[in-house]
């Protein structure tokens, strides 16, 4: 079942929305980051990811959301704090 075979709701239902707001080479800046984003009450996490280098990099993101409005709310946030952010939209 390919998604051209499948409607374009279809395809948004089944997505969700992550917020790419930093990625640093040590672990301890990336948790410091984080635990400040956590603390305006947004749902961040780190993710540990390898380029293609090798190197390793922790990534800084916010969600998953289900959907648009709560990610707008949530950009809007870190916006009114100078944190920008990057829009993922992964399958579910």
Known sequence: ???A???L???????????QVGSF????DA???KVELILLNLPAKNERVKNEDGEIWHRVSVGPFANTSKMASA?????QND??????????
């Open 25 to 28: 080479k040590k672990t301890q």
């Open 9 to 19: 709701g279809d395809v948004y239902k089944e997505a969700q929305y992550t917020l």
């Open 5 to 7: 075979s499948r409607g």
């Open 31 to 33: 948790e410091n980051f």
């Open 1 to 3: 079942d390919s998604v």
């Open 75 to 79: 950009r809007a946030k870190l916006a």
């Open 83 to 92: 944190i920008d952010s990057l829009v993922l939209k992964r399958p579910k």
